[in-house]
């Protein structure tokens, strides 16, 4: 049969692919169902912690930092409780990295503050003597993205029903009525920092990336 | 054209490969001794601004030596030896002869348009796929093609009977289009919502599915081009290099119908532990040690090649390139089913002993298999002699002492964190805080980057006596010919 097949290279390609996408199959479809289900309690990002995902995603944090803890003591005595998987529902994409340089970040919300991010963004090393992690002074010139943002949840709405705008869960609305909310939470954020730069933006209207991510990372519980 | 005149194979694609692999391999190998010397020194972090950061280089190295440096390297490979195996030139085909500069100069397109978005931090954060939507189209465009020039070239050939290496770059198209296709798929927001980044995506997975597609993807994709295509190669190169026939026919095909069909459940050792199912998580740790058969199973057929030949080891620095990246290929073959075992996945998971494994994959056996088939092709490309044996041999040993002391470093390290992370004290509390964890490997960190410089060295010596080949070495009128039974 092989000297058959290296004779015939179409019949030797389709059984090359049978042999090699049978797996992805089997696989990945039996629980894709129940694997996209939420846990009670688990609510889509609002806009600004959107908008702070991207900035995450658009400077690698998960190149350094999981956001996946795992079944063991050592793990839930330093992050907190275990993951589950309805906790996830809503990630898109998901960040669970595969590096631990800095320590994950599943469940920061639990134990840090939006000014102690600020101080850590700015300087590393104050806040964590020793620390090797970047500052990303540059969050705190750059507008964070709320266009982009807004459309990634109305399409995410749209398209999964991400469930926006129900009881209970994360208002969307019109553009218009989603930047009100917004701003109100950028708002919040801005009040516990202390850089000038951003209060003075803020009061221009202007949001930075520094806010969104902190609305982010406080999200993470 | 005569058949079994060598000389008149058109090599003008596998040309232009060879440069932009030799290209992309400076960048990308740079751009990894950076974030290297990064973790041990953070002050190198503020080189260039925002751009400069660890975090935004990170995925450059990664996309920069896979589908810059790599990826070229298959590609030129698969445009000398596609034509020699199948006893057919380029020449022949105006039409293949357009498809393969189209190929290549869409492929140049696509991926220097990759390092300036990449820089831009325009990313969808998923390993190895990290590239929009709108360059996954152009990557489809690319793949398209090659697989035009491969089923093009393979519809006018001569010699009926596909050679082992030939199986392996077709399975190297096939599993690469199949994978980047579903891990890829994701819905552009701008034309849902008429807002934002034109070319801003969201992914068709969340959460646990986008996980498991992601490793599904993320370790195949290294199955399929850091393993299959270099195997093509180590078929081809090793016995034409050593004149010496394959060992066995049977190995070969139980090797190469083995890798197949294991190793595509793997994907599952990246997810121990996490929320994917138990059983995929158990999968993928047992076919992940059944994976051992057909990788050694390669890997012995390439040694034992070499039967009552080993003289040769000492007379062709080549020959000694190949078997190193043989043995390597044995040694992470060996290391990656270990760390899939459950109990050593708790301990491996997270820490550097991860890069440590993949990096004696990609130092060993990729690299040195890929320079090798380079310094092979050198001369029947250009027909010259090649430069410099000397420096052959200086650069084999400097980069072999780099990658021996990236991966020891990079072992040493892993566990030590591994262990710290887990460390009580007698009452049963965390005897350490993370950041003691990170200090305490800064010296293997900078052993690790000074091991990468090492290479990086050697790469360039491999420049230098590449560009002196084609520039300056003697001519040579008809091909090198070792005792090689084969004609091709």
């Known amino acids: ?221 | 054209m005569q058949a079994r005149d060598a000389l008149n194979y058109d090599y003008s694609v596998a040309k232009c490969f060879t440069y932009s692999t030799i290209l992309f391999g400076i960048i990308g190998m740079l751009i990894g001794v950076v974030i290297a010397y990064q973790m041990a020194f953070p002050e190198l972090n503020y080189l260039a601004g925002e751009y400069g950061t660890y975090s935004r280089l990170r995925p450059l190295h990664t996309s920069g030596v896979i589908f810059g440096f790599l990826l070229s390297g298959v590609f030129a490979t698969w445009y000398y030896i596609g034509q020699r195996v199948l006893k057919v030139s380029m020449a022949e085909s105006k039409f293949l002869m357009i498809i393969g500069k189209l190929h290549f100069w869409i492929y140049m397109i696509v991926i220097l348009t990759a390092v300036v978005t990449l820089f831009l931090g325009i990313s969808t954060s998923k390993e190895y796929a990290e590239l929009e939507w709108p360059l996954d189209i152009g990557v489809v465009v690319l793949w398209v093609l090659w697989g035009v020039s491969i089923f093009g070239l393979i519809g006018i050939r001569r010699e009926k009977t596909l050679y082992i290496s030939m199986w392996y770059f077709i399975a190297t198209f096939l599993g690469v289009a199949m994978l980047y296709l579903f891990n890829n798929m994701e819905v552009p927001t701008y034309f849902v919502s008429g807002m934002g980044k034109w070319y801003h995506s969201v992914s068709m997975y969340a959460g646990t599915n986008d996980a498991m597609v992601q490793w599904w993807y993320g370790h195949n994709a290294v199955a399929f081009v850091f393993t299959v295509p270099i195997i093509a190669m180590s078929y081809y190169f090793l016995p034409k290099e050593s004149g010496q026939p394959i060992y066995s026919y049977k190995l070969s095909l139980l090797s190469f119908w083995g890798l197949m069909f294991v190793y595509l459940w793997a994907g599952g050792h990246h997810l121990l532990y996490s929320t994917v199912p138990d059983w995929v998580q158990t999968m993928g740790s047992i076919f992940s040690i059944i994976l051992i058969l057909p990788s050694w199973g390669s890997a012995i057929n390439m040694l034992l090649t070499m039967k009552g030949e080993w003289g040769q080891l000492k007379s062709n620095p080549l020959i000694k390139f190949m078997i190193l990246a043989s043995t390597f290929y044995m040694f992470s073959t060996l290391e990656g089913p270990i760390q899939a075992i459950k109990s050593v996945n708790a301990l491996a998971h997270f820490t550097d002993w991860i890069p440590g494994h993949v990096h004696d994959g990609t130092l060993g056996w990729v690299g040195f298999m890929l320079m090798a088939a380079l310094f092979h092709m050198a001369p029947r490309m250009y027909k010259k002699e090649l430069f410099s044996k000397k420096l052959m041999e200086a650069q084999f040993w400097l980069q072999t002492t780099g990658i021996v002391l990236y991966f020891s470093s990079m072992w040493i390290a892993g566990i030590t964190q591994g262990m710290m992370w887990r460390a009580t004290d007698q009452f049963g509390n965390l005897a350490y805080s993370f950041i003691d964890t990170v200090t305490v490997l800064i010296p293997y960190y900078a052993i690790r980057a000074t091991g990468g410089l090492m290479y990086l060295v050697g790469f360039l010596m491999f420049t230098y006596n590449m560009y002196k080949t084609i520039t300056a070495g003697k001519d040579i009128s008809s091909e090198p010919q070792n005792a090689s039974p084969m004609s091709a």
Request: proline share 6%; glycine share 6%; aromatic share 14%.
């Open chain 1, 1 to 221: 049969m092989f000297h058959w097949l290296e004779r015939n290279p179409f019949f030797f390609a389709v059984g090359v692919f049978l042999v090699i996408a049978y797996a992805g199959i089997v696989t990945i479809l039996p629980n894709f169902m129940e694997s996209a289900r939420p846990v009670v309690g688990t609510k889509p990002y609002t806009v600004l912690e959107l908008a702070g995902r991207q900035t995450y995603i658009k400077d690698s944090c998960n190149a350094c930092h999981s956001q996946l803890i795992r079944p063991f003591k050592s793990e839930t005595d330093r992050y907190g409780m275990y993951s589950l998987s309805g906790e996830y529902a809503y990630d898109r994409p998901f960040l669970w990295g595969s590096k631990r340089t800095g320590p994950d970040l599943m469940r920061v919300g639990n134990y840090r503050t939006s000014d102690w991010h600020e101080y850590h963004m700015l300087n590393p090393k104050s806040v964590v003597p020793g620390s090797i992690m970047p500052a990303y002074k540059h969050m705190f010139s750059n507008n964070a993205d709320i266009e982009t943002a807004y459309a990634e949840a109305y399409t995410v709405k749209t398209v999964f029903n991400v469930p926006y705008d129900k009881p209970d869960m994360p208002t969307l609305g019109t553009y218009d009525e989603s930047k009100k909310v917004v701003f109100a939470e950028a708002a919040a954020i801005v009040a516990d920092m202390k850089s000038q730069e951003v209060k003075d933006a803020f009061k221009r209207g202007e949001i930075k990336e520094i806010v969104a991510i902190i609305a982010y990372l406080n999200s993470l519980k």
